[in-house]
């Protein structure tokens, strides 16, 4: 089995910031990318930021600027800065994987989430 761990959510004020990050460990084979994902109340769960093995980055719109997404292979784990954090990046964010077992199987992993609230 493969598992991702989230941590680092929490309640910040507006403009503050927070460092998520994301590990993954059980029977990986290699990591193809990995990233985050955010669901907001009320609200379908977007993609935010990912990154490939190669280093390839891709950033939602609204967070482009702001947030920045790295990885540590070594460690097969993802990070996600977020700075400048505004009310409306409030959401539950989720770590994904695409992932190789090692029976070299392609499948998506996602993380429990981890909550963060932006509020005065």
């Known amino acids: 089995q493969v598992q991702l761990v989230e941590s680092g959510g929490g309640l910040v004020q507006p403009g503050g910031s927070l460092r998520l990050s994301c590990a993954a460990s059980?029977?990986?084979?290699?990591?193809?990318?990995m990233g985050w994902y955010r669901q907001a109340p009320g609200k379908q769960r977007d993609l935010v930021a990912t990154?490939?093995?190669?280093?390839?980055?891709n950033y939602a719109d609204s967070v482009k600027g702001r947030f920045t997404i790295s990885r540590d292979n070594s460690k097969n784990t993802v990070y996600l800065q977020l700075n400048s954090l505004q009310p409306e990046d409030t959401a539950v964010y989720y770590c994904?994987?695409?992932?190789?077992?090692?029976?070299?199987?392609?499948?998506?992993?996602w993380g429990q989430g981890t909550q963060v609230t932006v509020s005065s």
């Open positions: 059980g029977s990986i084979f290699s990591i193809y990318a």
């Open positions: 994904y994987a695409r992932i190789r077992t090692l029976t070299i199987t392609l499948t998506t992993y």
């Open positions: 990154i490939t093995d190669s280093g390839s980055t």
